[in-house]
């Protein structure tokens, strides 16, 4: 079975940071697109940072420059470094894995950004 374990999250001051953590289980993840997708509340879920299994990146307009996508494939576990944190990206933050038909979700963190 396949596992996405999300963790990291957490309430922090505008301009802190957070580093968030997916751990993969049943996947070999590095063959995987692995992403960052986060909702807020009465928002539409949205692609913030995607990482291929060449190691492409891709992000989000709103966060470029200052959240990273990285993977330690040894660990099967991909993360997000939130860095200069606003109060719009307060949301609850999904880890995402998919390669053709596959397609899996973790539960979600909360990040909550306070002024």
């Known amino acids: 079975q396949v596992q996405l374990v999300e963790s990291g999250g957490g309430l922090v001051q505008s301009g802190g940071s957070l580093r968030l953590s997916c751990a993969a289980s049943?996947?070999?993840?590095?063959?995987?697109?692995m992403g960052w997708y986060r909702q807020a509340p009465g928002k539409q879920r949205e692609l913030v940072a995607a990482?291929?299994?060449?190691?492409?990146?891709n992000y989000a307009d709103s966060v470029k420059g200052r959240f990273t996508i990285s993977r330690d494939n040894a660990k099967n576990t991909v993360y997000l470094q939130m860095n200069s944190l606003k109060p719009e990206d307060t949301a609850v933050y999904y880890c995402?894995?998919?390669?053709?038909?596959?397609?899996?979700w973790g539960q979600g963190t909360q990040v909550i950004v306070s002024l």
């Open positions: 049943g996947i070999i993840s590095s063959i995987y697109t």
């Open positions: 995402n894995a998919r390669r053709n038909f596959p397609n899996y």
């Open positions: 990482i291929t299994s060449t190691d492409s990146t």
